[in-house]
C-alpha cells in the first residue's frame, strides 16, 4: 500500500512537471503569437498576450488531438516509457527552454520535447525503442515547416502588394491594422492546437505506462486536455519578452501588411501540420513566415546574421535537450 502510494505521488509530481513544461512553452512561445502584432503597433503588449492567451485556450474546440497520439504513442516503443523517462524527457525540454529563453533564442518547445524524449529513450533501451516513422516525419519538418511558412508568407506579402498597389498607404495602413487581429488570432489558435497537444501526449505516455490509463483507449482523460490548453493559456500571459523583442524587431521591419502576411502564412503551416498530426515548430514557422516577408521587400530588409543565429539554436536543439534529458534519466534512476 505505502509503494503504491509513493508511486501515485511520482505521477502526481510528474505530471505538474510536465504542465511546468507547458507553462514554459506558452511563456516561451508567446512572442510567435504576439511578436508581430506588438511590433507593428496594432497591439499594446498587454493586449496582445491577453488577446493570444484567449485563442491559444479556446484552440481546445477547433482541433482533433492528433498531435497527442503522435507524441503519446507514435514515437516511443509500448512498454519502454517509464516515470525515469518521462522524468529525463522533461527535464532535457525545460533545460533548453531556460537557456534559450535567457538569451533570448526563439528556440522550438515542440523539438526541445521531442529531443528529450529520445534522449531519455535512448539511455533506457537504444535508438533501437525508438518509432522510425514518428521521429521521421518530427525531423523532416524541422525544415518544412519554415519553409512551407517562409514561401506562403511571401506569396501572401506578393499577392497583397498586386491587389493593393494602387490604394492609399494610409488606407492599407488601416485596413490592415484590423485584419492582422484575424491573422494573429488565427496563428494563436494554431499555436495552441499544436503546442499544448504535446503536453498531452506525454502525460498521456505517462499515464499508459503507469496503468493509470488503457493504451488502447482513443483520447487521454479530460482533466488532462483541459489543464494543459489552460497552463499553456496562462503560460502565454506573462510573455517571453526577450523572445518577442528579436522576433518582432531584430529579423525584420514590419509593418502592419507585412505582420498580417506573415500569420496569416503561419497559421496556414501550423493548421495543416495539426491536422496531419505532426508536431511542429511553432518558432520555426513563424520566422521562416517573418523572413519570407521581409525577402520580398529586399534580401537587406532581412538581418541575416540574426537569422543564421537562431537557425543554429534549431539545429542544437534534439542533441542539446536529448544529452541533458539523458544525464536527468541516470539521475533519476539513482534517486527514485
Known amino acids: ?139 523532416v519538418f524541422i525544415f518544412i515547416s519554415p519553409l512551407l511558412g517562409f514561401l506562403l508568407g511571401s506569396l501572401m506579402m506578393v499577392l497583397v502588394a498586386n491587389i493593393f498597389k494602387r490604394a492609399r498607404p494610409s488606407k492599407v495602413d488601416k485596413w490592415f491594422r484590423n485584419l492582422q487581429l484575424v491573422s494573429a488570432g488565427a496563428y494563436s489558435l494554431g499555436h495552441g492546437g499544436n503546442d499544448a497537444q504535446k503536453t498531452i501526449g506525454i502525460i498521456w505516455m505517462l499515464l499508459v505506462a503507469t496503468g493509470y490509463v488503457s493504451a488502447t483507449d482513443a483520447a487521454p482523460p479530460t482533466w488532462t486536455i483541459v489543464s494543459c490548453y489552460l497552463a499553456i493559456g496562462i503560460g502565454t500571459l506573462f510573455g517571453g519578452w526577450r523572445i518577442v523583442k528579436t522576433m518582432g524587431q531584430k529579423i525584420t521591419k514590419l509593418k502592419p501588411v507585412g505582420g498580417f502576411c506573415a500569420e496569416t502564412g503561419g497559421a496556414i503551416t501550423l493548421f495543416l501540420a495539426t491536422g496531419l498530426g505532426i508536431p511542429v515548430s511553432t518558432t520555426h514557422t513563424i520566422t521562416g513566415a517573418i523572413v519570407g516577408v521581409g525577402s520580398t521587400q529586399r534580401a537587406s530588409a532581412v538581418r541575416w546574421g540574426v537569422a543564421a543565429n537562431i537557425v543554429w539554436a534549431w539545429i542544437l536543439t534534439i542533441p542539446a535537450s536529448a544529452f541533458v534529458a539523458a544525464i536527468a534519466y541516470w539521475f533519476s534512476m539513482q534517486i527514485f
Open 1 to 139: 500500500m505505502q509503494n503504491m502510494q509513493a508511486a501515485l505521488w511520482v505521477v502526481i509530481l510528474l505530471v505538474v512537471l510536465a504542465l511546468a513544461f507547458d507553462f514554459m512553452n506558452g511563456f516561451h512561445d508567446a512572442a510567435n503569437s504576439i511578436a508581430t502584432v506588438v511590433s507593428t503597433g496594432v497591439l499594446k503588449p498587454a493586449q496582445a498576450i491577453v488577446f493570444a492567451a484567449f485563442f491559444n485556450v479556446v484552440a481546445i474546440f477547433i482541433f482533433h488531438l492528433s498531435v497527442a497520439a503522435t507524441v503519446g504513442k507514435g514515437i516511443v516503443q509500448p512498454g519502454i516509457v517509464d516515470t525515469h523517462v518521462v522524468f529525463g524527457a522533461l527535464v532535457g525540454a525545460i533545460t533548453w527552454n531556460v537557456i534559450t529563453w535567457y538569451y533570448g533564442i526563439p528556440s522550438s518547445s515542440s523539438h526541445a520535447l521531442i529531443g528529450g524524449i529520445v534522449g531519455a529513450v535512448i539511455a533506457k533501451a537504444g535508438a533501437g525503442a525508438l518509432i522510425s516513422a514518428g521521429i521521421l516525419k518530427t525531423v
